[in-house]
């Protein structure tokens, strides 16, 4: 599957115009020979026909980097409003190499786009709740809140879904702060601030004081490809460290989420509030 038609269908959803990544996706099925391919676009092409979902919306213990319930979305131009440099190393697009990644990413952008869709997501996520206790649950690990309709809405399923602790990544800060003016952040969302936006220092600073901000997260370049078993390694974070300029205290991700401390994880900690997490760019 070429890269270019995967983002020609990705920005006709971005643009809400789902007859148009319809008919894309119907055309692509004339010429498509592999048969993963086959089978998840004609999924893709279901949902958009009925509204319904054909994938799982959520992940959970999915991936061996991250062992939280998940959600993810489409990345990238009108769907990351915020984006700026990061676009150049968004490790999202790497995923578009599988099939189900790709229209699953798809299919949750296409449900964000309507109140019932939503309430399918919502659905979704209260079949995990846990009969004691929380969980761990990471919002966006693909995508980013592309409106301040979208913050509205899952904020809302964070409020009536409080044993949900929640964290994220994100650039969509304006849309945050209309969000701010409305309404108060529900207290079981934490904000990490992603590094590679459109932001000035203005608009850092005020998302910086709204009551959900940990602090920032930052993709680092360290000069050469990094894998992902270097995260842990010593040698590399002091590396990575003199990359970053010594700038004060900062704390360097191991690679693997839920495993930086023997008391949850960081990005997701008030114990770690207004401290710069790291990565190599990677």
């Known amino acids: ?16 115009d789902l007859k148009r990544a319809g008919n894309l ?8 020979t592999k048969i993963h391919w ?13 509204g319904k979902p054909q994938f799982k919306i959520l992940a ?16 990238g131009v009108g769907h990351c409003p915020g984006a700026g440099d990061c676009l150049n190393f968004c490790y999202s697009f790497r995923s578009w190499r599988y099939p189900s990644s790709f229209c699953r990413q798809a299919q949750n952008s296409i449900l964000m786009q309507t109140n019932s869709g939503f309430d399918q997501i919502k659905q979704a996520i209260e079949k995990y709740k846990p009969k004691a206790g ?23 399923i964070l409020e009536d879904n409080p044993w949900l602790n929640c964290y994220g990544y994100s650039k969509s800060w304006n849309e945050l702060l209309q969000y701010s003016e409305q309404a108060l952040f529900p207290d079981n969302y934490k904000l990490n601030l992603s590094s590679g936006s459109v932001h000035g220092k203005a608009i850092t600073d005020k998302v910086k004081a709204l009551s959900i901000t940990r602090g920032e997260f930052k993709a680092v370049s360290v000069g050469y490809k990094v894998t992902s078993k270097m995260h842990n390694d010593r040698a590399h974070q002091r590396e990575l460290r003199l990359a970053n300029g010594n700038n004060g205290k900062v704390f ?22 207004g401290i710069d997490i790291i990565i190599a760019v990677h």
């Open 134 to 156: 929380s969980i761990d649950f990471r919002l966006y690990v693909d995508g980013d809140f592309s409106s301040a309709g979208n913050v509205l809405a899952w904020m809302g």
């Open 38 to 50: 086959i089978r998840d676009l004609n999924k893709l092409l279901t949902c958009i026909e009925t």
């Open 1 to 16: 599957m070429k890269f270019t038609t995967l983002k020609k269908i990705s920005k006709a959803i971005a643009d809400k």
């Open 252 to 273: 360097t991700c191991p690679g693997k989420c839920g495993t930086c401390t023997p008391k949850g994880h960081a990005c997701g900690s008030d114990r770690f509030k």
């Open 60 to 75: 959970r213990d999915g991936n061996s980097k991250l062992p939280f319930l998940a959600f993810s979305s489409l990345p």
């Open 25 to 32: 996706i119907t055309k692509t099925l004339e010429t498509e």
